[in-house]
């Protein structure tokens, strides 16, 4: 089973290239499920609802968030109706949409895909270990899941390794997002699920973590803002994690970067070929 999770959308320039070239991923490397996280993809700050239909309609089979999942306030109101559309698990009890779904892929199988945040150096939530213990125990890997994948949107990488070690053989893949820049540590951990600290974004990344720089650096050398953040325009690298898991096992054979477009160096996992 093929597997791809791109990274943060940011603004329209990372909303261009995932429409025009997901399609085209999923077609010529036989995808099963894609995952997208789409917290920044309306001006860098949330998403509305006619983004959200987008990214489905491009191919996304869930649209993961985190801290910015609200900042648009219509999400409030789809987040209740748009199965496909999830926020962070660990919000408190009575937060609009769902932080999991159990999903059916291209081919079939039962993919649970969960969104978690992370606590450190990030707004104070619950318990983001204890959460996706109870989620991950009520659809167990193997039995009412086929695949698990783990969106961890968290900013410090010391969190995100120890959610990787602490779900390693028990998930398929466990992703950080949040940082907008791609990690080189991808890799099979030793239990078997795929991993890496920070899958990067599908942005700009001619910029400050997919911001027009001017402002980030107004800001930083003389500490007061002279206007918004507003996303960069350029062209946009899409950046993800590519992952091939054993139908028998739900684990990971496989796993590998993508980046696409833009300013990065390209690169596509060997194993689509």
């Known amino acids: 089973m093929r597997l791809l999770f791109l990274g943060d959308i940011v603004g329209k320039a990372g909303r261009a290239a995932v429409v025009d070239r997901v399609p085209r991923l999923i077609e010529q490397n036989r995808l099963d499920f894609v995952v997208i996280n789409g917290e920044n993809a309306a001006g860098g700050f949330g998403i509305t609802e006619d983004i959200f239909r987008s990214v489905i309609d491009a191919g996304a089979d869930v649209v993961t968030t985190g801290n910015h999942a609200f900042d648009q306030r219509e999400a409030l109101v789809f987040a209740e109706r748009q199965e496909r559309f999830l926020r962070p698990l660990n919000y408190p009890a009575g937060t609009p949409g769902r932080g999991a779904g159990l999903f059916t892929a291209r081919n079939g199988a039962r993919i649970l895909v969960v969104n978690i945040m992370g606590r450190v150096f990030m707004d104070a939530l619950d318990d983001p270990f204890a959460a996706i213990d109870r989620e991950i125990s009520a659809c167990p890997l193997r039995e009412q899941a086929d695949a698990i994948v783990v969106d961890l949107h968290a900013e410090a990488s010391s969190e995100k390794q120890a959610m990787g070690h602490y779900l390693d053989g028990r998930v398929s893949l466990v992703v950080g997002t949040h940082t ?70 739900g684990l990971a054979t496989a796993v590998a970067p993508l980046r696409l477009g833009g300013s990065l160096t390209e690169v596509l996992p060997a194993f689509w070929s």
Do not use: W
């Open 180 to 249: 907008h820049v791609p990690t080189s540590d991808y890799r099979i951990l030793p239990g078997g699920t795929a991993y890496q600290t920070d899958v990067g974004m599908c942005g700009d990344y001619n910029s400050v973590i997919g911001m027009d720089k001017d402002e980030p650096l107004h800001r930083f050398l003389h500490k007061i803002p002279s206007e918004r953040f507003t996303p960069a325009n350029g062209p946009a690298t899409l950046a993800g994690i590519a992952v091939e898991i054993d139908e028998a096992t």
